[in-house]
């Protein structure tokens, strides 16, 4: 049995250009994730799964072992789930807990890493997922239904009291933690039952623009300081 950590960094990222070396704090994303990973001191090995070479020469800079991507991982279209089972086929890891850490949460610590992880293994099933409390209610959101708007729960619920309504949380990307053998017999990371392990806002930044990128190296010089 194997406690890993995987790490999903493509080269071709699109919203932000080679978006996963990229600097925080002077520190590229996939480095910082691969450093978080080890100091968190749970895992038996820290994986690093990327089309990219630069990206690879990063991994193995910071002693992660790197998984080479086929390209037809590494699209668009292509899912986590599917390039995170390649790797741990490549490596043939099929017993123990993985933890899937992607590079675009770079607020995300080492301390966050262990708690999630303890919490998770107090029970083994299931899964557990990062979250951040939601401010604005998804019961109090409408979607569109061809040419009608609906609502998410139900048309009281839109007016009603905020205090009144179930807290509701959005996985926030940075942490999925599951069992290897039902993460590969199930296929995707969201597995009965769900645990949660919420963290703040700061912590819960996630890069896809500049503007995030910038907000990120701003808290980061911010929590240094203080």
């Keep these: 049995m194997s406690n890993v950590a995987v790490i999903l960094a493509r080269a071709n990222s699109k919203g932000l250009k080679n978006k996963n070396l990229r600097k925080v704090g002077g520190v590229s994303l996939v480095a910082r994730a691969i450093t978080q990973a080890i100091n968190s001191g749970v895992f038996d090995e820290v994986i690093l799964s990327t089309d990219g070479d630069e990206i690879a020469k990063e991994g193995l800079k910071y002693k992660a072992r790197v998984i080479k991507r086929p390209d037809e991982l590494a699209n668009d279209t292509a899912s986590s789930i599917s390039a995170m089972l390649h790797a741990l086929n490549e490596l043939k890891i099929t017993q123990g807990i993985s933890v899937l850490l992607q590079p675009t949460s770079p607020l995300r610590t080492a301390n966050h890493i262990k708690q999630a992880f303890e919490k998770f293994s107090k029970t083994g099933a299931g899964s557990l997922v990062s979250v951040l409390e939601c401010k604005s209610h998804p019961f109090k ?52 039952p769900l645990n949660l392990y919420e963290m703040d806002e700061i912590s819960s930044v996630d890069i896809d623009s500049l503007q995030d990128l910038k907000r990120a190296n701003l808290l980061c010089k911010r929590l240094k300081d203080e």
């Design 141 to 192: 959101m409408l979607i569109e239904n061809g040419d009608k708007f609906i609502p998410v729960n139900n048309l009281q619920n839109l007016e009603a009291p905020r205090q009144t309504l179930p807290k509701a949380y959005l996985p926030n990307g940075a942490i999925y933690i599951n069992n290897i053998a039902e993460l590969i017999k199930f296929k995707r990371f969201f597995i009965e």
